[in-house]
């Protein structure tokens, strides 16, 4: 049954705020938004360090980044971050901020911006 886009918004908030940590096990990402909607929640991120990741989770501070494919690493991680309510407590308020310093209307802007120069560049 597909739900309608509010319902399904609802849910998500509600699921990201309750989790501890969102893993986000890709093998690279267009940016990682899905991060930056858990870190909008106060859920900090674990993930490879590949391409997209590496700009949506600030390693150390809003979540960690762990070598690709070094999995004994990212269960030592998830389990460290578990287990350290102090240290997950603070990253979280880092990444509801850092959260807050993204916008569709900002990235729009940014884009719009490169596309500019593209063309000025061209003629």
Same mark, same amino acid.
């Given at each position: =049954? ?7 918004? %609802?849910?998500?908030?509600?699921? &990201?705020?309750?989790?501890? +940590? /969102? &893993?986000?096990? @890709?093998?690279?990402? !267009?940016? #990682?938004?899905?991060v930056?909607?858990?870190? /909008?929640? #106060?859920?900090?991120?674990? !993930?490879?360090?590949?391409? #997209? +990741? %590496?700009?949506s989770?600030? $390693?150390?501070?809003? #979540?960690? +980044?762990?070598?690709?494919? $070094?999995?004994?690493? &990212? !269960?030592?991680?998830? @389990?460290?971050l +578990? %287990? $350290? ?5 603070? =990253?979280?308020?880092? /990444? ?11 990235? /729009?802007?940014?884009? !719009?911006?490169? =596309?500019?120069?593209?063309? @000025?560049e061209?003629?």
């Amino acid at each position: =049954m597909k739900r309608p886009p509010h319902v399904w918004n %609802q849910e998500k908030i509600a699921l &990201l705020s309750s989790a501890h +940590l /969102a &893993l986000v096990p @890709s093998v690279r990402e !267009g940016y #990682g938004i899905v991060v930056i909607e858990a870190n /909008a929640c #106060g859920t900090v991120a674990v !993930g490879w360090r590949v391409p #997209g +990741l %590496q700009d949506s989770i600030r $390693d150390g501070e809003t #979540g960690i +980044l762990v070598p690709f494919g $070094d999995v004994q690493a &990212l !269960g030592e991680q998830l @389990s460290n971050l +578990l %287990q $350290d309510h102090d240290r997950r407590t603070t =990253m979280a308020e880092c /990444a509801k901020k850092w959260s807050r310093t993204h916008s569709w209307d900002k990235a /729009a802007e940014e884009f !719009g911006s490169v =596309m500019d120069s593209v063309i @000025s560049e061209r003629n």
